[in-house]
Protein backbone atom coordinates (compact mmCIF):
# COMPACT_ATOMS: atom_id res chain seq x y z
CA UNK A 1 0.00 0.00 0.00
CA UNK A 2 3.01 2.17 0.65
CA UNK A 3 4.58 1.88 -2.84
CA UNK A 4 0.63 2.30 -4.54
CA UNK A 5 0.40 5.67 -1.88
CA UNK A 6 4.11 6.99 -3.19
CA UNK A 7 3.00 5.98 -6.67
CA UNK A 8 -0.57 8.04 -6.84
CA UNK A 9 1.60 10.93 -5.01
CA UNK A 10 4.47 11.06 -7.82
CA UNK A 11 1.47 11.25 -10.70
CA UNK A 12 0.07 13.71 -8.72
CA UNK A 13 3.47 15.96 -8.56
CA UNK A 14 3.99 15.32 -12.04
CA UNK A 15 0.64 16.48 -13.29
CA UNK A 16 1.11 19.70 -10.88
CA UNK A 17 4.18 19.93 -12.42
CA UNK A 18 2.67 20.16 -15.85
CA UNK A 19 -0.17 22.43 -14.97
CA UNK A 20 2.69 24.69 -13.83
CA UNK A 21 4.75 24.31 -16.94
CA UNK A 22 1.06 25.22 -19.22
CA UNK A 23 -0.05 28.11 -17.47
CA UNK A 24 3.76 29.60 -17.27
CA UNK A 25 3.37 29.64 -21.26
CA UNK A 26 -0.03 30.88 -21.59
CA UNK A 27 0.99 33.39 -19.42
CA UNK A 28 3.97 34.31 -21.65
CA UNK A 29 1.91 33.63 -24.91
CA UNK A 30 -0.69 36.78 -23.58
CA UNK A 31 2.13 38.92 -22.54
CA UNK A 32 3.76 37.95 -26.37
CA UNK A 33 0.44 38.35 -27.86
CA UNK A 34 0.49 42.13 -26.33
CA UNK A 35 4.34 42.92 -27.39
CA UNK A 36 3.84 41.92 -30.76
CA UNK A 37 0.78 43.93 -31.37
CA UNK A 38 2.77 46.95 -30.19
CA UNK A 39 5.71 45.96 -31.93
CA UNK A 40 3.96 45.69 -35.63
CA UNK A 41 1.65 49.09 -34.71
CA UNK A 42 4.97 50.48 -34.47
CA UNK A 43 6.55 48.86 -37.48
CA UNK A 44 3.24 50.55 -39.88
CA UNK A 45 4.25 53.83 -38.29
CA UNK A 46 7.49 52.93 -39.60
CA UNK A 47 6.30 52.46 -43.01
CA UNK A 48 3.76 55.64 -42.44
CA UNK A 49 6.53 57.77 -41.64
CA UNK A 50 8.91 56.10 -44.61
CA UNK A 51 6.26 56.62 -46.93
CA UNK A 52 5.64 60.42 -46.17
CA UNK A 53 9.69 60.74 -46.18
CA UNK A 54 9.41 59.72 -50.06
CA UNK A 55 6.31 61.64 -51.01
CA UNK A 56 8.32 64.67 -49.48
CA UNK A 57 11.57 63.94 -51.33
CA UNK A 58 9.32 63.33 -54.79
CA UNK A 59 7.89 66.62 -53.98
CA UNK A 60 11.30 68.41 -54.08
CA UNK A 61 12.52 66.40 -56.75
CA UNK A 62 9.97 68.11 -58.51
CA UNK A 63 10.82 71.60 -57.59
CA UNK A 64 14.59 70.58 -58.06
CA UNK A 65 14.45 68.93 -60.78
CA UNK A 66 16.54 66.51 -60.09
CA UNK A 67 16.98 63.14 -57.57
CA UNK A 68 20.91 64.12 -56.77
CA UNK A 69 19.77 67.58 -55.73
CA UNK A 70 16.94 66.33 -53.50
CA UNK A 71 18.57 63.94 -51.55
CA UNK A 72 21.78 66.75 -51.03
CA UNK A 73 18.81 69.21 -49.30
CA UNK A 74 17.59 65.88 -47.41
CA UNK A 75 21.08 64.97 -46.29
CA UNK A 76 21.01 61.70 -47.67
CA UNK A 77 22.53 59.54 -50.53
CA UNK A 78 21.77 59.34 -53.86
CA UNK A 79 20.90 55.47 -53.22
CA UNK A 80 18.59 56.19 -50.40
CA UNK A 81 17.02 58.80 -52.08
CA UNK A 82 16.26 55.93 -55.09
CA UNK A 83 15.43 53.26 -52.26
CA UNK A 84 12.65 55.94 -50.91
CA UNK A 85 11.61 56.92 -54.09
CA UNK A 86 10.89 53.33 -54.89
CA UNK A 87 8.15 52.98 -51.71
CA UNK A 88 6.13 54.88 -53.74
CA UNK A 89 5.85 52.89 -56.74
CA UNK A 90 5.09 49.95 -54.04
CA UNK A 91 2.48 51.94 -52.67
CA UNK A 92 1.06 52.70 -56.02
CA UNK A 93 1.15 49.24 -56.87
CA UNK A 94 -0.56 48.32 -53.69
CA UNK A 95 -3.02 50.78 -53.82
CA UNK A 96 -4.18 50.41 -57.52
CA UNK A 97 -4.67 46.05 -56.95
CA UNK A 98 -6.28 46.64 -54.21
CA UNK A 99 -8.28 49.53 -55.49
CA UNK A 100 -9.83 47.53 -58.88
CA UNK A 101 -10.08 44.52 -56.29
CA UNK A 102 -7.05 42.29 -58.20
CA UNK A 103 -6.04 39.11 -56.41
CA UNK A 104 -2.81 39.36 -58.63
CA UNK A 105 0.69 39.78 -55.88
CA UNK A 106 2.37 43.02 -57.08
CA UNK A 107 5.84 40.62 -58.29
CA UNK A 108 3.05 39.61 -60.59
CA UNK A 109 1.96 42.94 -61.93
CA UNK A 110 6.02 44.07 -61.66
CA UNK A 111 6.59 41.01 -64.14
CA UNK A 112 3.93 41.98 -66.50
CA UNK A 113 4.56 45.59 -66.08
CA UNK A 114 7.18 46.22 -69.00
CA UNK A 115 9.09 44.32 -71.13
CA UNK A 116 12.65 44.51 -71.46
CA UNK A 117 12.59 47.39 -74.74
CA UNK A 118 10.35 49.69 -72.38
CA UNK A 119 7.08 48.50 -73.89
CA UNK A 120 4.40 47.08 -72.45
CA UNK A 121 3.86 43.49 -72.24
CA UNK A 122 1.86 41.13 -74.01
CA UNK A 123 -0.85 39.27 -72.12
CA UNK A 124 -0.96 35.76 -71.20
CA UNK A 125 -4.81 35.82 -72.51
CA UNK A 126 -4.02 37.57 -75.88
CA UNK A 127 -3.56 36.05 -79.02
CA UNK A 128 -2.17 38.32 -80.88
CA UNK A 129 0.84 38.20 -78.70
CA UNK A 130 1.62 34.61 -80.30
CA UNK A 131 2.65 36.52 -83.54
CA UNK A 132 6.33 36.12 -85.15
CA UNK A 133 9.28 38.06 -83.32
CA UNK A 134 9.65 40.12 -86.70
CA UNK A 135 6.32 42.26 -85.91
CA UNK A 136 5.94 45.10 -83.41
CA UNK A 137 4.49 42.34 -80.98
CA UNK A 138 6.83 40.31 -78.39
CA UNK A 139 7.60 36.64 -79.34
CA UNK A 140 6.80 33.73 -77.46
CA UNK A 141 8.66 30.52 -76.78
CA UNK A 142 7.83 29.19 -80.12
CA UNK A 143 8.24 31.47 -82.01
CA UNK A 144 12.28 32.10 -80.70
CA UNK A 145 14.75 29.66 -82.58
CA UNK A 146 16.55 27.23 -80.21
CA UNK A 147 20.03 28.74 -79.73
CA UNK A 148 22.71 26.44 -79.20
CA UNK A 149 25.20 26.68 -76.17
CA UNK A 150 28.68 28.49 -75.99
CA UNK A 151 31.23 26.00 -75.44
CA UNK A 152 34.37 26.91 -74.08
CA UNK A 153 36.82 25.65 -76.67
CA UNK A 154 37.62 27.76 -79.29
Known amino acids: MASTQ ?3 TARAR ?5 QKVVADRKARDEKNMGSLTDYFAA ?3 IDAARLAMARALDDIRGREGTLSAAATLAGITTGEARKLLAL ?3 AALTSASTDSGDDASVSDSDAAADSRDGSAAPDAAD ?3 TEDATTSK ?3 VDSV ?3 EPATGQG
Open 138 to 140: TAT
Open 6 to 8: ARM
Open 127 to 129: PAA
Open 145 to 147: PNA
Open 88 to 90: LTD
Open 14 to 18: ARAAQ
Open 43 to 45: ANQ
